[in-house]
């Protein structure tokens, strides 16, 4: 369920984490999964099924996105701006930015886009999960784009392994050395709350590197 509180702004929880209030309704937990993913189709994949364009970095107005959904999906006759800054601040993977009445995905796009991301703070170490049978070709040829515009990196082993997990049931987890790659020229930018993008990584920053999930780790996500 996603509300606004008067005070502590948008949050997804039946009252506000912070000051405990019941806040203004604006969306259910069905409405606010299927807008999610409209949303990340639009800015990522297809905005050309919503007779919308990206600008070179990302950019779609918000305004625009509104009409473009509520055109294509009458049921959300009701969508305002809001509603998609509410879904974008309340993310909990940090997968949009908005900036006035301007929205963009921040990573997985399989569009051609130009991020202007932030590339200071990058951790020392960044993780990459891939299956067992893919280790030995990525550690002689490094890391490469597949599906995706840029290659994943993960802030943690754990992020990694989460990550990996939709696709096979015990990824492999490789260690980026970040300082290094950077130290040679090598752009990291960070596009989520957990997530870093970088053109490719070379075989020589990547090492095999042992990870073992906790027990109670919660399931995969088919999401990102």
């Known amino acids: 369920m996603l509300k606004e509180c008067a005070q502590h702004g948008y949050f997804r929880a039946e009252t506000c984490p912070v000051c405990e209030q019941p806040g203004k309704f604006l969306m259910n937990d069905r409405e606010l999964d299927h807008l ?86 990058i951790p020392d170490h960044l993780y990459y999960p891939v299956t067992e049978e893919e280790v030995a070709i990525v550690l002689e040829v490094g890391l490469k784009p597949t599906d995706r515009k840029k290659v994943h990196l993960s802030k943690t082993a754990g992020d990694a392994h989460s990550a990996g997990s939709v696709r096979t049931p015990k990824p492999v987890i490789l260690e980026v050395d970040a300082s290094a790659a950077r130290s040679k020229g090598i752009i990291i930018m960070q596009a989520g709350k957990t997530v870093f993008l970088v053109d490719q990584v070379p075989a020589e920053y990547l090492r095999r590197t042992e990870f073992s999930p906790p027990a109670d780790a919660a399931p995969p996500s088919a999401a990102d």
Not at 44 to 65: A, C, E, K, M, N
């Open 36 to 121: 999610g993913r409209i949303l990340t189709g639009i800015l990522r994949h297809f905005p050309d099924r919503y007779q919308l364009t990206i600008d070179p970095r990302g950019w779609v107005s918000l305004p625009q996105i509104v009409r473009a959904i509520s055109q294509k999906h009458p049921a959300y006759h009701w969508l305002r701006t809001q509603h998609l800054v509410a879904i974008a601040e309340t993310d909990p993977k940090g997968r949009y930015e908005v900036r006035g009445d301007l929205i963009r995905a921040t990573y997985a796009h399989t569009v051609d886009v130009d991020l202007d991301l932030p590339t200071e703070n």
